[in-house]
């Protein structure tokens, strides 16, 4: 080797290592599906350069990933032959945590093993599971498109640093190898690591091999694209295993949509829809949720919302398709007619999904609320086109139903009074701020039902959200209200006036106009917005956002 150099790992890296070989040890397993998932990641990503730069293939286009024994040496290797990474990928990816995973790994982790396991793959520091069971891991590397001296040796004991070297490594691609600590024995048994590799990763489409001790080659995993195979021919099991492969939840999905569409324009989709909600639900970068395949050639991610809108950023899966172009480019996805079509029947499924959920399993639609209702209410403005049918699957609290966010529009509307000319709603800060509201009071005399909505996202949906089943949502907090119109109407009597002239000159300029309400029966006064402004709550964010 020449060039070494001797970097220290950052000091989050270290302390995750330290947690994590204590934390996981009875799983300590995971750590050959850690780097087979890594392989498997550089496999597609090469697929996709090729797809543009075609000699980064160099005679070798078919992906595998090669599990190797040496009992001598007590060392287990995963060979793969897709990207691999030069000097400065090497020390990026291998040494710091780019993403803000660390941090909020080690915020995440439980007393629960099982439930860390998954953390891991999930957090993206899947690669330092290795010194789980290994007291030395060495990377030897070679960037496709680079020349064999090009070649890279990360060696590290996990210590608190790595050393890195040139090596030549003639064949393009990675090859990390774990040398097992004392009383590892167990993963020199070939028999122990197929058993690993077919319960962690089957469903890998790739071909995972491993090398007998007579030399020859035998491939472990199905290596097929599950999403291709016969509904008929599947078990729930199937579907969960694939399921957990994908996402690393714990949990099994809620529902599963496994479509073939065939005729001009194919394609197969294969959607879940969680039972529990990530960490990264609300963070811009979060993960995405779909996969796009071309003719089982894995694309890209749907990053950019493309298949799925945000506010079924929840949804997870694949979509397979026959008719694009496998070199598609981000720009073609944009301005694409198939897309479309994919995305509007996508959508249409997932909705379908939940309305029958919400149908017939009502308890686990009010599980699936209480995960992902506050993104489902971003439908109605990013979707209009779909705003009735996302409308009807919204549940709110009411004065009706303090207990749990149980209410449908549809369930309000049933309880409505004859001559109710409206949904009424009051939105606010808390959920204790909206029903202790003295806006409520004439509300509760007159036995009229009124939703509390006390997400800052239900400012926006209502300002889009106008009307349901022809029943216009009103504001109780905005204008006139017009409760009993014979009591509105009455002039006020002198002494009332007397007194509306000087609560106007006290406050001045601070309002635009005092009057008298019939909304109250117990409270004095109540601020009130002129119809078509925002709302008082709206209007107390938008101050402290420095508008
Ligand atoms: P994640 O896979 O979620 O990004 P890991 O800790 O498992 O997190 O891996 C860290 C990074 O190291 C990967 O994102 C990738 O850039 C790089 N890496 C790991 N293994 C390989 C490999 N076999 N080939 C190419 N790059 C790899
Ligand atoms: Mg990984």
Redesign the pocket.
Known sequence: TQNPETHEFQAEVQQLLDLMIHSLYSNREIFLR??I???A??AD?LRFEALQTPELNEDDPEPRIEIRVDEKARTVS?I?N????DRT?VI???GT???S?TRRFLEAMTNDERQNAQLI?Q??????SAFIVADKVT?H?RRAGLAPEDGVLWTSAGKGQFEIASLPREAR??E?TLHLGAEQDEFLDRFRLKSIVRRYSDHIAIPILIAEENGELETINQASALWMRPKSELSDSDYHDFYRQLTFDTEPPLATLHNKVEGAQAYTSLLFLPSQAPFDLFEPEGRSGLRLYVRRVFIMEDREHRLMPRYLRFVRGIIDSDDLPLNVSRELLQHNRLIDRIRAASIKRVLDALERLAKEESERYNSFWSAFGTVLKEGPVEDPANAERIAGLLRFYSTHETSAPSVSLADYIVRMKPDQDAIYYLTGESFAAVSNSPHLEAFRKHELEVLLLAEPVDEWLTTHLTEFDGHPLKAIAKGQLDLNQAESTEPPAESVSNLIERVKTALGDRVSDVRVSHRLTDSPACLVVDEGELGIHMQRMLKAAGH
Request: aromatic content about 8%.
């Open positions: 850690e780097l998932s890594n392989a990641d550089a990503r995963v793969d897709g990207t691999g990474m990928e990026d990816h291998l945590i780019a993403r995973g793959g957090f993206g520091v899947g690669f330092y990377v590397t691609g990675t990390v």
